[in-house]
């Protein structure tokens, strides 16, 4: 498969429109969107009203206790002894505040939203013990406040212990302990039932979560049901999922697509982030904006990658912004901070939703573009997508895309969809990509 960055078209030139052009011939190039690098920030193990890492320690406790008494605790269950400064719960009036912060700073990202948290109580039936109202107004401020920006995932059924689906007891499985590798015939039913109960209160998720590892061992079965549950719920043909982070200064992260039909326009897409979660985790563990990016903007994981223009996707789990002070959103606040010290003219960065990402990748790799002539591209697409931004090696006086007259813009600051940028000898033009025939033509200076 071909997961490249860039797609370079080359036909000669036909026609003779300009003498010093006949010889040459002509490229394009599909860009980052806008000609910016894509920003992200995945919020993982959210759930409304439960803190999900209260009752993920407790379980697993118990859980070593029964089967591995002779083990040490490993991961957030080296925290049992501080369940007593956790809340077991996370307030909506707080998810309401992040939310709007997030949108005043135009983050924008991933959400996961466990349907069956900690298998305490449905999304879809409510949360004994609790407030009733809790779990209405986590609701509410979810679809309200914080979809605007972020896509809704689940992140399976309970991010904790296996769901029967038949009596719907949990059993002494873990998700993402012995489902590292669950078992291909129940993986479909299994995602089509995480995304079913979020579509009963309302909410059509855009892809899914693996809670840790879950699907790792088995990836090409795992995105092939992210691929049919997707359909078969929300009749979704492009979703994508979060399974795998590369962090090491070797690695660079891409948006490998997976199942690609491009007869039927459908395909998944892997999101993966860039750097760990140094937010704080628990709220007990490291937070520290230093390692994402330092206050000169120099070091730390993401100037690294923004350098090589690539997907810049941080992660970061729920609890850590909330509990134990919050390091978590101390942490986010100053690294926003950082990035938008890092890019003031917002010219080199674009904060984008997880699913913005997946569909451009897949328009950018799976779209059929030809050079048809010196002033004429052809793309034909099943994968429609916005801010869509090609290069070509041309100095242009007038471009359209269709009908459509394209707003010549001076500066890279005023460059968005439905503008072309000239630079040099190269024009840069963007514009939303729709399903099916596009055609651009362009009228060249000199001409
Ligand atoms: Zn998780």
């Known amino acids: 498969m071909n997961t490249s960055r860039k797609q370079f078209i080359k036909a000669a030139v036909l026609g003779g429109v300009g003498a010093s052009l006949a010889a040459e011939s002509a490229s394009v190039t599909v860009c980052n969107p806008l000609l910016r690098t894509p920003l992200s920030l995945i919020i993982d193990d959210s759930c409304p009203v439960i803190n999900k890492a209260y009752y993920w320690i407790k379980q697993r406790h118990e859980w070593r206790l029964r089967h591995a008494p002779d083990k040490p605790g490993s991961g957030w269950e080296r925290h049992f002894d501080k369940l007593d400064k956790m809340p077991n719960t996370i307030p909506s009036a707080f998810a309401a505040k992040w939310g709007e912060w997030c949108g005043e700073q135009g983050v924008r990202g991933k ?3 466990v349907p069956f948290p900690a298998g305490v ?3 879809d039936r409510g949360f004994d013990g609790f407030p009733k109202n809790e779990l209405r107004d986590w609701l509410r401020v979810t679809k309200e406040i914080i979809w605007q920006n972020f896509d809704l995932t689940p992140e399976m059924l309970t991010h904790t212990r296996v769901v029967d689906l038949k009596t719907w007891q949990l059993t002494d499985a873990w998700e993402q302990g012995e489902w590292v590798d669950p078992p291909v015939e ?4 299994y995602i089509t039932t995480a995304m079913q109960l979020l579509k009963n209160v309302g909410i059509t998720c855009e892809g899914v979560t693996s809670p840790g590892a879950f699907g790792k061992k088995k990836e090409s079965a795992y995105a092939r049901a992210v691929l049919d549950a997707a359909l078969r719920v929300n009749k979704n043909p492009q ?3 979060f399974l795998h982070m590369k962090l090491s200064a070797k690695e660079l992260p891409d948006v490998p697509l997976w199942h690609v039909d491009n007869a039927n326009g459908r395909a998944v897409a892997s999101i993966i982030g860039c750097a760990g979660d140094w937010f704080g985790a628990t709220g007990f563990d490291t937070a520290n904006a230093d390692l994402f990016i330092t206050e000169d903007l120099r070091g730390g994981r993401l100037p690294s990658v923004l350098e090589k223009e690539r997907p810049c996707i941080l ?3 729920w609890p850590c912004f909330y509990v134990n002070d919050g390091p978590g959103f101390k942490v986010l606040k100053e690294v926003k901070r950082r990035l938008d010290a890092y890019d003031p003219d917002r010219t080199k960065t674009l904060w984008m939703k997880n699913s913005e990402i997946g569909h451009y990748w897949m328009a950018r790799t799976l779209s059929d573009i030809k050079v048809e002539s010196a002033d004429r591209v052809q793309i034909q697409t099943k994968f429609p ?4 931004t090609l290069g070509l090696d041309v100095a242009a006086k007038r471009v359209k895309v269709d009908k459509r007259d394209l707003w010549q813009v001076s500066s890279r600051r005023d460059f968005r969809a439905g503008t072309f940028l000239v630079e040099g000898r190269r024009t840069f033009l963007a514009f939303d990509l729709p399903t099916g025939k596009t055609t651009v ?4 200076e000199g001409s």
């Open 111 to 113: 959400f996961s939203m």
């Open 121 to 123: 109580g449905r999304i």
């Open 186 to 189: 129940l993986l479909t039913d």
């Open 239 to 241: 979703p994508f999922y």
């Open 315 to 317: 992660v970061g789990h």
């Open 385 to 388: 997508t916005r801010n869509f």
């Open 441 to 444: 033509t362009m009228i060249k």
